[in-house]
Nanobody
Framework: QVTLVESGGDSVQAGGSLTLSCATS???????LAWFREAPGKEREGLAA????????YYADSVRGRFTISRDRAKNTLYLQMSDLKHGDTAMYYC???????????????????WGQGTQVTVSS
């Protein structure tokens, strides 16, 4: 059984940094793990994804150069390092795993089988 549990959300000042973690218990697939966020009144946005089979990473333009996705296989943990945070980064952040067959875009929420419960990031300007 796969469970994803995010942690690390906090309130930070603009320009600051934060690292989110996602405990990926039971996740042994060679497939995608990804980070998404959802702000009030906005659609869920794909931020970064990593293919666990080979380590390829994918980033949304909105976070490329500021956010870094990584995975510690030994600790069964997915990370999202965030820097130069902006007020617009305020959202609930979710990790997701296992892109089902037929869904090819790693930064699209469609097709992800497993989701965490989310962790809140608030950036004050």
């Amino acid at each position: 059984q796969v469970t994803l549990v995010e942690s690390g959300g906090d309130s930070v000042q603009a320009g600051g940094s934060l690292t989110l973690s996602c405990a990926t218990s039971g996740y042994t697939y060679e497939n995608f793990l990804a980070w998404f966020r959802e702000a009030p009144g906005k659609e869920r946005e794909g931020l970064a994804a990593i293919y666990t089979g080979g380590g390829s990473t994918y980033y949304a333009d909105s976070v490329r150069g500021r956010f870094t996705i990584s995975r510690d296989r030994a600790k069964n943990t997915l990370y999202l390092q965030m820097s130069d945070l902006k007020h617009g980064d305020t959202a609930m952040y979710y990790c997701a795993g296992y892109k089902s067959s037929g869904y090819s875009r790693p930064l699209s929420a469609a097709g992800y089988k497993y989701w965490g419960q989310g962790t809140q990031v608030t950036v004050s300007s």
